[in-house]
């Protein structure tokens, strides 16, 4: 930690400011500047609170440059966790595994075509949601629990692994018994107790940013999970706050390296919530990939116009097929590979 | 809604809008325009997922002209909802009732020399956090159901009304039992769990505001509520995300005329969060009453330079006491008035 | 300026740097931490560019200490500048004064009557836009030199000071010959050029905040006026970019007592800009005043209805004269004074 | 032009805003929904100002279906414009050319090496800032007119294509002498002076989005170049402002098949400057090659650690020339091509 004095801040101020550090029990370091003194604490081991420091007379700033978070860090492990959430579907490693399937379970028949396409197609787990969280109370909340059903019929049928969201505690432990992987959505980011539920579930956990959240903010979101034992944390860039009307969001695909230079947890990409509008999920999801994401989430529909939510987001089969054709050699070209399901 | 089309758009696709338009219930109404047509949807009483439109051939947009919130709404209900959390403490009428007190529950005696020291000033309510939401998962937490019996002991010393956060469902048991009014924080504002479990409870809540959450959605978390039964809601301006890092937030003002044309809910201000800066306070206090705010939620320390969270931007005793002399004719000014509580 | 080391770097990495520091000319200081080194540089007299040791091995970020600005700063000038555009006329003491008129000059009439009526209900300078900056080629551009032989006029007619717009160079000198003060609008915030020609001219400047300017860019923009000798420069804040479909942009108050505590030169706000709803003016204007504005710059237009810009915005006549009358109290709740002109 | 009216407006509301569609010389035609009623404009051939009618009673919002641009939108012109700014330098074409170089010019020793190596790995265009915008007035400012002859003469000796920026109407005249494309920064992108300025020149322009532009604003702002006759105009993401300090900007590449939807101008893509950190130019440069950028502009030093501007975010000779080496299969992907100059 560093307390940035004011260029008008009197020697009494600097020295005010060094007895509360030693109060606090470290030992302070002034290094006078031409235009003003900076305080140096020596013998931190993690994030101090300087915030009433902040409020003695003289002080301008204070600057932390300890990392807040610890067990997500690159610092703590230097290699990538690898996330296995199925056999054959490792996130983390050089495979790109893709994510595919409906916004939300509507019906057996829905589920099955929609896994069967996107199996067909090349994606190695299934996506749609049980439990929904609408912006409107009075919008489609989901099937609920036969929804989770009808999930692990179409994993049984297919093979594909299944990604679904839980929003309380109550969903994740109904989520944890019937799928592999539990989503927590960019809603419930800095939902604190449903972060410690999951961190003490057993389960890989696909952990989505918040609308707003800074790359900083993601990280410490997932720090709640490990803190409580679970490591196995897949994060997830899905678009982010935007005044731009002419985009549902804005994608940040430059978090992912951002990421990954800071975290060892492996971090995928959604560009269907990332865009919001079906004609740029395509350009986006094979950008994603160049960037260097380690896994897609993508929504598709076996027939997009009769959807019951983000029917405008959600590719239409053919175009998903076209899609996964064109990422193979962009994984190709940065030394990655676009993971199958082996023949059933 | 209306479905604008493309420029470019055929006679076809303009039948297929109509068509798909028909097939949900409604009556198309096409409307040629010199340069587009755009298509009516007629007789929808509330709000239409029309997405699947927007992916039709031809669809250059979809625009809603029904207003998505209900019973929120002021055509729902004309007059102002007023909201009594205690005895003198009523939100939503002339008064502008002020809640104060630290960041955090830290001891008894903290605690109780905060409660004298804001109702001395004139608060009528009390704050502090018992359950407290950090950004990382080592940082302080709170007392937790201890912390709720301190508050407890400090209204029956002082008679201030108590309002503090609830985190989770078992957490707002804890908190409705032991005090006046929940509080929902910024980060759990889309946590729909947790509104539906609050809704179901009869106590009044404070809903904060998300971090960048549109005045359209923090609307609808509060439908959240009031669509399980409990209208006793106060909404709560507290800063938004901001680009500009000479602030911790960007305290949106306008957020409480915008709130107060649209619904008939209480609205209050939150100047500590809103600025994250001591100095800020002050001013910006001053002028939420002067834009109509009907209410004001600060952060007051006994000793701000010790305190565990949330220091740099709790007010000293005497700067809050000669805030609250400021702020009565300004609110006189615009016909309202400051309450304090009666002698004891 | 100070370099945090990466936990990981090693002893090579920090005697690079500190020799990257003496190679500048400045003497290094390595402070070691527990969980990282930080390197300090003695002896920098104003901001130096650290970007390329940013690049070098092990070296995690930079941090300037050192404040960017010189002549705006308080540390430069500790007591307030006044800025007297006209006789009466001042900003930056204990006077609040009101610049009104129309978005536009439409016509001789048009800003007569809006002369007439804004100082009846007690404004003190004339705004009213000849060259308008419009976002696109296709809208009413203003009446250029015409309109200002109006506004003129208007000035002789009334004894309003005068504020308007100028876009380049060539406006600029206009301006300067016919008005009072030459506003640099929002779009032109970091046009450096037209700033450098500004400064060289001897007449006040209003300075508006850009788009997503941060308040550092906004104080480095006027440096730009006070490098080129002309410290007659009057900032506003006149709301930013928001994320929020419900306002035109977010009125940014709390930047009120964020400059002033960081400059010496007043700055005023733009209520009518920073919300473009008519009905938010009113309680924003008083906001303003209350957060201790030095000024306030509204359009009100003889009749709103009949625009040819920003109608939506104006207020009505006699909306602005009760706004005049509600401002009073609030000025004098905090010390200050809305001035008015003397009779003639 | 829609005008959406109030659930609670009455007949006479209704009535009001129709004459007032009718005085505007179009024809109104009401629309009863179950909730509320809107009346469209009939017979507008372009963008309408409504924003008296906004004010008028009853009157909820005003929303706009005509696209405010005309000669920029695929309406207008539905093929890809191709601009060539040199021989074998083609922008909007099945080509990706990539234009790259240092910040600044700084001596000729510099630029002349920075052009070699830059040909040598494959880039058709050479970058280097002779004009330079700087947010502080103390800051380096470029060599001004110097840094254009050798600039020229770099263009001598190694046939690539020279792109610089202008900053006024005189620079603009410079550049348009000595260069091939002239930039206009993303400061200057509302600087309609400037914009009609190089409309009137016979050059090809680069257009930067500015730091909080949405694509709409982008497109108005080119539409002011093509309103003056030129329609040369290549437009560029660079990253826009945002609130996660992890990042210098926000690089929004689904601006590219956003632009590229609404309009036939080539869009090309900055990762230099839409990351700001070296790290993250690689992957992001990759990524706008596969979401389909026509071409890159990237900042490449002969010695970033001693460079006077951007240091941290130019890359090392030896990192540009692999990561040409990678683009080559990731353009193929998608059916585009790499292009290089022909050997001299």
């Known amino acids: ?12 101020d600097i020295e005010r400011v060094c007895t ?18 900076t305080v140096g604490l020596i013998g931190n ?51 790109v595994p893709v994510i ?35 912006s409107s109370p009075y919008s489609f909340q989901g099937l609920g629990k036969d929804g989770l059903v009808l999930l692990q019929r179409a994993k049984a049928e297919t093979g594909l692994a ?13 989520v944890a018994e019937y799928a592999d992987c539990i989503q927590i959505g960019a809603r419930n980011m800095q939902n604190y107790s449903l972060l410690k539920t999951v961190g003490k579930l057993r389960k890989p956990i696909l952990l ?20 409580e034992g679970n ?22 695909l430059s978090a ?3 990421v990954q230079k800071l975290s060892h947890l492996p971090i995928i990409a959604d560009p269907s919530h990332g865009t919001g509008v079906r004609d740029r999920v395509r350009p986006m999801a094979r950008a994603a990939v160049a960037a260097g994401a380690d896994g897609l989430i993508i929504e598709v529909h076996p027939d997009p116009n009769k959807a019951l939510s983000d029917g405008a987001q959600s590719l239409f089969p053919q175009q998903f097929s076209a899609l996964m054709q064109e990422l193979v050699p962009i994984a190709n070209a940065i030394g990655r590979r676009m993971p199958t399901l082996a023949a059933r």
């Open 162 to 174: 299944i990604v679904t969201e839980a929003m309380d505690d109550e969903g994740a432990h109904w």
């Open 100 to 134: 595919a399937g409906p916004c939300s379970v509507e019906s057996e028949a829905q589920i099955m075509a929609a896994a069967q396409l996107v199996r067909a197609a090349g994606a190695v787990a299934l996506r749609g949601g049980a439990f929904k969280p609408r």
């Open 208 to 227: 989505k940013r918040g609308m707003a959240a800074t790359v900083q903010e993601l990280l410490l979101s997932a720090e709640y999970i490990l803190a």
């Open 231 to 252: 490591d196995q944390v897949i994060l997830c860039e899905r678009g982010v706050r935007t005044w731009d009307p002419s985009s549902r969001n804005m994608f940040d």
């Open 20 to 37: 509360a550090i030693s109060d606090m029990g470290y030992q302070p370091l002034p290094m006078p500047g031409a235009q003003r003194t």
């Open 1 to 12: 930690m560093l307390v940035v004095m004011q260029a008008t801040a009197s020697a009494v």
């Open 256 to 258: 992912i390296p951002a």
């Open 45 to 95: 081991d993690r994030r101090v609170d300087g915030s009433h420091i902040e409020a003695l007379p003289g002080v301008a700033e204070i600057i932390y440059v300890s990392s807040p978070f610890k067990q997500v860090s690159r610092e703590w492990r230097e290699a990538n966790t690898q996330v296995t959430i199925a056999p054959g579907v490792t996130f983390g490693g050089s495979d």
